[in-house]
């Protein structure tokens, strides 16, 4: 009888104990769940944006103000893809809604853009190694009837000191912001998956402005290294590293003004697919 017992007590222990077990397990596996922070891809225009939100499961759709963030998952990783609008403005605006409203493990702001190097034509795609903001300027000193002098203007970096940008001589300086390396890496894993063009690194310059003037663009190209231009990235770039948020822009030539390569909107599907691929590399390593 005492043996019966004992044995009874030994099965109730380990059963209790199993059960802890079970519910440590649950608990851990929702905690891990919990841990899981999403993946932002910025797409200013629905043309930019919309392609890829359709390759997300169980996909959300919310909006805060303007903007429009599609929640989903991609191979079981939360992805949010965010419709920012077009320009400087509506990006940061947007990039900070969405770090303070989801947490973000990293951003990718991605879609078309026009060249600004001679080497690079339709179609080819730029991972933004550096990402500047060429509308940040500062004019020469010029009196009424002395004209206009573009090509004299010099960088102002708005983020050198907390005093007047004209006071700090530290803020005539260009400010890049860098590519995050683990986003970067992922990038160029699956660069031999786009067969639309080539995949290189380099510079993506951001401001409110379009600029089709021949000279002007050369002039950018050389004072600042730029690859490509568009009207947003340097903004998500900046809020991004003031949350310290990982970030990448990545871009493709819908155009390109210097060597004469005509617009072609398919350009944006093909960097939404190539986008696809690097989220898919990047999942792997989270």
């Known amino acids: 009888m005492l043996k019966k017992f004992i044995s009874l007590i030994i099965l109730a222990a380990l059963a209790v104990t199993g059960l802890a077990g079970c519910s440590s397990t649950k608990e851990q596996g929702a905690a891990e769940a919990k841990e899981k922070q999403p993946i932002i891809v910025q797409g200013p225009m629905p043309i930019e944006a919309e392609k890829?939100?359709?390759?997300?499961?169980?996909?959300?759709?919310?909006?805060?103000?303007?903007?429009?963030?599609?929640?989903?998952?991609?191979?079981?990783?939360?992805?949010?893809?965010?419709?920012?609008?077009?320009?400087?403005?509506?990006?940061?605006?947007?990039?900070?809604?969405?770090?303070?409203?989801?947490?973000?493990?990293a951003i990718i702001n991605q879609g078309t853009s026009g060249g600004h190097d001679p080497e690079l034509n339709v179609f080819d795609i730029v991972l933004g190694e550096r990402t500047v903001n060429l509308g940040s300027l500062k004019t020469g000193a010029l009196n009424e009837g002395e004209g206009i002098e573009p090509k004299e203007w010099i960088p102002m970096d708005l983020m050198a000191s907390e005093g007047s940008a004209g006071e700090d001589p530290d803020a005539e300086n260009i400010r890049y912001f860098e590519g995050d390396e683990g986003l970067l890496a992922a990038a160029k894993a699956v660069k031999g998956k786009y067969e639309k063009g080539k995949v290189v690194e380099g510079t993506i310059g951001s401001a409110d402005v379009w600029n089709n003037e021949v000279d002007r663009i050369n002039w950018f190209h050389e004072k600042y290294g730029t690859s490509v231009e568009e009207m947003e990235g340097a903004a998500g770039a900046q809020i991004a590293a003031a949350y310290d948020v990982p970030f990448l822009g990545i871009r493709v030539l819908s155009n390109n003004k210097v060597n004469g390569?005509?617009?072609?909107?398919?350009?944006?599907?093909?960097?939404?697919?190539?986008?696809?691929?690097?989220?898919?590399e990047y999942i792997t390593t989270k």
């Open 261 to 280: 390569g005509q617009y072609n909107p398919d350009t944006a599907k093909a960097n939404q697919a190539y986008v696809l691929e690097v989220l898919k």
């Open 52 to 105: 890829l939100a359709g390759h997300l499961e169980d996909v959300k759709e919310e909006k805060s103000g303007s903007f429009v963030f599609y929640k989903g998952k991609l191979e079981g990783y939360p992805v949010i893809v965010a419709k920012t609008g077009k320009g400087m403005e509506n990006t940061a605006a947007a990039t900070a809604v969405a770090i303070e409203k989801y947490d973000p493990a």
